[in-house]
């Protein structure tokens, strides 16, 4: 149905039609092959002005804010770093929308870590892959912290943030928290060195995996599996190797 409006040029009703069924690639479809662009999306601007002014939206909002409010511990952590799908993209604006929840004067300042670690991890979902304009208030933050959940928090907002960059010297400050053999933080260390090597099929990936061997902590072991794993992304034959040492290991974790 969504494929017959297009091709008969019923360009507003398609756009109605995916936003009730949430196919954002046919909206993108839409707009593409409409007539006139400019018009076609201040329609779908004025359909989105429609459902944010309906009373229905903002109950769901201030619901939404009243519960993280109530939220505690890894729940509190889980609603915060939601708010970075929500926002995701908004470059601009993102560490201002974050900022109630940010760490005020230096992580671990006083505030929830619960809900600061969140916010961290929340910034790295928004600048994902666009990490230039937080990367370095994240790495600020990332020294200003021992407290594990902010750790663990900012560790993977920063993988996020420079996934695929292959930053040496933030893998280093990353395996810095991985070697406090913290089950909370180097859990997420372990992620986030997979992030920042995605695809590179580093010989990086043998020292995760020597430390997954040293250490007790099953949380950083699963940590690394998964980063180890991201590290020959997409690498096909390349990957045989290191699959083939990880099935035989005697970690069933691993």
Known sequence: MLDKCIADAKYHQAIRMVIECRRLDKLEEAVVWSDNVHTTINYCIDVSYSFVNKREYRVVLANLLYWLSRATNWAKFSATAGLGVIHRGHLQQGRSLMAPYLPQGGAGSGGSPYSEGGALYAL???YANHGEGIKQFLRESLHNTNVEV??????????????RTADDDIFDEIKIVLYTDSAVAGEAAGISMGLLMVGT?????????AYAHETQHEKIIRGLALGIALTVYGREEEADTLIEQMTRDQDPIL
């Open 124 to 126: 790295g979902l928004i």
């Open 150 to 163: 902010i750790q663990h928090g900012v560790c993977l907002g920063l993988g996020l943030a420079a996934i």
């Open 201 to 209: 099929a580093s010989e990086k990936a043998a020292k995760m995996l």
